[in-house]
C-alpha cells in the first residue's frame, strides 16, 4: 500500500492545480515542499492533514453539504470554506436545477453575502457570492447578486419575489470570526430540506462538477482589473451586482411588512415615559435594515451600540456573536445603562434572530428571555392584536423542542397549532402548507431564538421581529407595564410552563443506540418511568411510533439516523430526547406544564424532582458513561 503521507502531498497538490485563488494554492504548495524538507517537515505535514483528511483510498472527506448548505472554516482544502468548495458546490447545484427544469422554463437564481473574510488567505462572503453568480450564468442561469450586505431575511425574501428557482445566502450566521457558510433555499424561498439536500450533495461531487468548468479565478481578476479603470461601474460587485434591483426588493420586503397587518398603525411619539431601546447588531450586518424596520412600525429610533454598530469580521468585542451566548449581550446592556436604556434588542450578525432583555428595576439586575419565552410574548401579542379579527382561521407553529405554551394558548383561545421536527426548513414549510389550506400563520418559532411573523417569509426573520417586539415594548410601557410583568400576567391565564434543556457529552454513537433502545423496551414503551404516569409515547425514529394516532404512526417525519423519543406524563411534564446532528452531544429537552394560578416556584420544584428521576432512569448516566458538561 502506497504510504499515507506520499498520498496526502497528492491530494493536496492535485486540489492546489485546480484552486484559483492564488492565496491559498501557494501556501498549500509552500507547505508540501517544506514538508518534504525535513528541517520543517513536523509541522507543515501536520497543517496539510488539518486541510487534507486523507483516506488510504479515495474518495477522502469533504465538507458536508446538509441542511443548511455549507458551514465551515475559511481555509484551504475540501473540508473548509474556500473559492474551489464553493465553485464545486455552485457547479453541483446549477447542474441539478438544469436536471430537474423538466419543462424547459428559463431559470434564474438570487444570491446575496454577508461582510465575513479571510485576509491572509483573499477569502470572502463577497467572492463566494461572486464565482456563484459566474458558475450560474455560463450554464445560462440569469443571476442576480444583491448589492452590499443584505441580510439574509431579505434574500429569503427575494426568491419568491424574483420567482427564482435558488437563492443562496453566503454567510455563517452567528458562527465564530473564522467561518463562512453557504444556504440554500429553494424556489417555496424556505430552507432546502430532504431529499432536496442529498440530491444537490451527490450531484456536487460528480466527476464533472469537482473541476472548474471555466477559469473563474482569471475572470474575477479581469473584471476586477476593468472596475479599476472604469468610473461608470456600479455597485460593489465590479458591475456584476445589480444595486438598482436589490434597493426593490428591500422596498418590496418592508411594503410587504406592511401587508402582512403587523404594522398596527398606531405612532408611538417618544414621551417621558416611553421606554427607551439599545441595538445592537453585534458586528453584523443588521443595523440600517433594524432602522429601517423601526421607522416601518412608526417607532422612535433606537439607541445603537455604537462599538458593535458597524460590519467587523473579526468580531472585536464578542467572538461568539450569538445573542444566546452567555456574556454576549454584556456590552450592551452596559452601554443601555449609561444610556438609560431599559430594553436591549440584538440581531446575531445576519440578523435572522432577535434577543431580547430587560433591565428590571425590582431586582437591579438584565432578564436575558430565553426563545420560548420570547415566542410567548409574541404570540399572545399577535394573537390579540391581529388573530382574534381574522377573517381566516389562524395558525401558529413551533419546533417539537420548543415550549408547549403556544399549544395551551391555541386550545383556550381557537387557533391551531401545530408542531414540526426542529430546524427551521421544517418550520416554514409547515407555515406554507398552512397558509395554502387557507390559514393565516401568524407565527412559526424555535426555542433557538428564530422568530418568522406574519407569514412575510418561511424563513426565520429577526428584521420583522425586532420592529415588533419594539412596538409590544412600546404598548405595554404606555399602559405601565413591562415585558416581565405581561409575561407574568400571561402564565397566571395560561398555566407557567418550566423547561430544563441540557445534554451530556456523548462520543460513542453505540452507546446512543443503546439509550434509545433501552426507551423503546422492544417495543413495549414504558407506562410508567420512575413512579410518573406515561399518558402517551412519540418515537421519531424507524419505523415510528405514536400512541395517540389510531394507527400508531407518527405524522411528523421519520428518521433512523436522527431518532427523537417523547414521553409526555399525566402530571403535565414533556420529555423529549434526541442525539445532535453536528456535535457528539445527546440533548434533552424537560418540560413542566402548570395549572393557572400555580406559583412559578412550584412547577419549579416538581420540574426540579420529576428531572432528576427521569434522567436516571431512562439515560442512566453513570452506566452509560455520559458526561455532564462543566457549562451546566
Known amino acids: 500500500a502506497e504510504d499515507i503521507e506520499s498520498i496526502l502531498f497528492q491530494h493536496a497538490k492535485a486540489w492546489a492545480k485546480l484552486d484559483p485563488n492564488v492565496a491559498t494554492a501557494s501556501h498549500v504548495e509552500n507547505l508540501i515542499s517544506r ?25 477522502h472527506p469533504r465538507i458536508g453539504f446538509g441542511t443548511a448548505g455549507l458551514r465551515g472554516r475559511m481555509q484551504p482544502g475540501p473540508v473548509g470554506m474556500n473559492d474551489l468548495v464553493v465553485i464545486q458546490t455552485a457547479q453541483g447545484l446549477a447542474q441539478d436545477i438544469l436536471r430537474h427544469n423538466t419543462d424547459g422554463k428559463p431559470l434564474k437564481a438570487v444570491v446575496a453575502y454577508d461582510h465575513r473574510c479571510h485576509g491572509t ?53 452567528h ?22 439536500d442529498e440530491r444537490i450533495a451527490s450531484s456536487i461531487v460528480e466527476e464533472g462538477n469537482l473541476s472548474p468548468w471555466n477559469d473563474y479565478g482569471e475572470q474575477l481578476q479581469e473584471l476586477k482589473t476593468k472596475a479599476n479603470s472604469n468610473e461608470e461601474l456600479i455597485g460593489e460587485c465590479y458591475g456584476l451586482s445589480n444595486p438598482a434591483e436589490t434597493e426593490k426588493i428591500v422596498k418590496d420586503y418592508f411594503q410587504a411588512i406592511d401587508m402582512s397587518g403587523l404594522v398596527s398603525g398606531e405612532v408611538f411619539e417618544e414621551t417621558s415615559i416611553s421606554p427607551k431601546i439599545a441595538y445592537t447588531a453585534m458586528h453584523g450586518i443588521g443595523h440600517p435594515f433594524a432602522m429601517k424596520s423601526f421607522q416601518k412600525f412608526n417607532l422612535p429610533p433606537f439607541l445603537p451600540v455604537p462599538s458593535q454598530k458597524d460590519p467587523d469580521p473579526n468580531f472585536s468585542t464578542v467572538p461568539f456573536p450569538n445573542p444566546e451566548e452567555k456574556g454576549a449581550l454584556n456590552e450592551a446592556t452596559s452601554f443601555a445603562i449609561q444610556n438609560g436604556c431599559e430594553i436591549v434588542l440584538a440581531n446575531d450578525p445576519d440578523a435572522d434572530r432577535l434577543g431580547v432583555a430587560e433591565f428590571d428595576k425590582e431586582s437591579r439586575t438584565w432578564i436575558m428571555f430565553t426563545g420560548d419565552q420570547i415566542g410567548t410574548l409574541l404570540g399572545h401579542y399577535l394573537w390579540n392584536a391581529i388573530g382574534k379579527k381574522s377573517e381566516k382561521p389562524v395558525a ?16 383556550m383561545e381557537g387557533f391551531r397549532f401545530e408542531e414540526t421536527l426542529t430546524g427551521f426548513k421544517w418550520i416554514g414549510s409547515c407555515a406554507l402548507s398552512l397558509q395554502e389550506r387557507g390559514y393565516q400563520v401568524l407565527l412559526g418559532y424555535e426555542e433557538a431564538i428564530g422568530f418568522s411573523c406574519g407569514g412575510i417569509i418561511p424563513d426565520k426573520d429577526g428584521i420583522s421581529a425586532i420592529g415588533l417586539m419594539a412596538t409590544m415594548v412600546h404598548s405595554y410601557y404606555s399602559m405601565g407595564k413591562t415585558l416581565t410583568s405581561k409575561l407574568r400576567e400571561i402564565h397566571q391565564k395560561y398555566g407557567e410552563f418550566v423547561s430544563n434543556n441540557g445534554y451530556y457529552q456523548c462520543d460513542d454513537p453505540a452507546i446512543v443506540q443503546r439509550i434509545i433502545s433501552g426507551m423503546r423496551n422492544g417495543g413495549r414503551y414504558f407506562e410508567q418511568v420512575g413512579g410518573y404516569s406515561v399518558e402517551s409515547v412519540r418515537d421519531l425514529g424507524t419505523p415510528g411510533y405514536d400512541s395517540t394516532q389510531d394507527d400508531k404512526k407518527p405524522t411528523l417525519p421519520t428518521s433512523a439516523s436522527s431518532p427523537m423519543v417523547t414521553f409526555r406524563f399525566t402530571n403535565g411534564g414533556v420529555a423529549q430526547f434526541r442525539a445532535s446532528g453536528t456535535e457528539p452531544k445527546f440533548k434533552y429537552y424537560i418540560e413542566m406544564k402548570g395549572q393557572p394560578g400555580e406559583e412559578k416556584e412550584s412547577v419549579e420544584q416538581r420540574l426540579r424532582e420529576m428531572s432528576g428521576v427521569i434522567l436516571e432512569h431512562l439515560l442512566e448516566p453513570t452506566k452509560n458513561g455520559l458526561i455532564v458538561p462543566s457549562s451546566l
Open 35 to 59: 514538508a518534504k524538507q525535513h528541517d520543517d517537515s513536523a509541522a507543515s505535514v501536520e497543517e496539510l492533514r488539518s486541510y487534507f483528511p486523507t483516506n488510504q483510498e479515495p474518495p
Open 121 to 173: 488567505f483573499d477569502l470572502s462572503s463577497k467572492n463566494f457570492a461572486i464565482y456563484t453568480k459566474l458558475v450560474f450564468e455560463s450554464v445560462g442561469i440569469t443571476c442576480t447578486l444583491l448589492d452590499g450586505y443584505v441580510a439574509t431575511p431579505i434574500l429569503a425574501f427575494a426568491v419568491t419575489n424574483i420567482n427564482a428557482a435558488v437563492g443562496i445566502m453566503v454567510t455563517a450566521s
Open 175 to 196: 458562527n465564530p470570526k473564522q467561518d463562512d457558510g453557504y444556504k440554500v433555499y429553494w424556489s417555496d424561498g424556505c430552507q432546502i430540506r430532504s431529499p432536496i
Open 396 to 411: 401558529m407553529c413551533a419546533s417539537t423542542v420548543s415550549s408547549k405554551m403556544l399549544q395551551t394558548m391555541g386550545l
